[in-house]
């Protein structure tokens, strides 16, 4: 058998595997601006986001996802995560686990993982995308990270979470 004609074959199988497109179990997508959201706390120092997207109760599996913005100085210890998320520098340096990070930069950490400890002295935004985890199946943490009323000092954050 050619290999045009094992690899038609090998599509053919995929294409019977998957399932039907249907209007009925569809869901829209949803727009929102950044210029729509407020600046929120977020649990490490020197560290505010806008989370354009994060899991609820009427759709549980939502990524977190948005800008974290850093001020000069800002950092955070390695600690961990159970779910995974991607991570594109689009202004400022970052010194994470030690490697240097400038805009342009974008950073994959699988689940599960632990994110090593950052540091800038420049500040800078990177956008974020947490999702759940496809081998641990944990799910990003909103609830109390992003949206947090008083910041705890890093001694008594969890870094195990």
């Known amino acids: ?28 997508y949803i727009v929102r601006h950044l210029d729509d959201l407020n600046w929120e706390t977020i649990r490490w120092p020197g560290e505010t986001g806008k989370m354009v997207f994060h899991p609820n109760p009427d759709r549980p599996t939502e990524p977190n996802a948005g800008i974290l913005r850093l ?26 686990d030690g490697e240097k990070c400038t805009p342009g930069s974008m950073l994959f950490h699988p689940d599960p993982h632990f994110e090593g400890e950052l540091k800038t002295e420049t500040g800078g935004d990177i956008f974020i995308v947490q999702y759940p985890g496809p081998t641990t199946g944990e799910r990003p943490i909103y609830a109390g990270r992003f949206n947090m009323e008083k910041r705890k000092t890093v001694s008594e954050e969890r870094v195990d979470l």
């Open 71 to 96: 001020e000069p100085g800002a950092y955070h210890p390695e600690h961990y995560h159970g779910f995974a998320q991607v991570w594109y520098i689009m202004e400022g340096e970052f010194l994470i």
């Open 1 to 28: 058998m050619s290999k045009e004609v094992s690899d038609t074959a090998e599509q053919n199988a995929l294409l019977k595997t998957t399932r039907d497109a249907s209007r009925k179990d569809h869901l829209p």
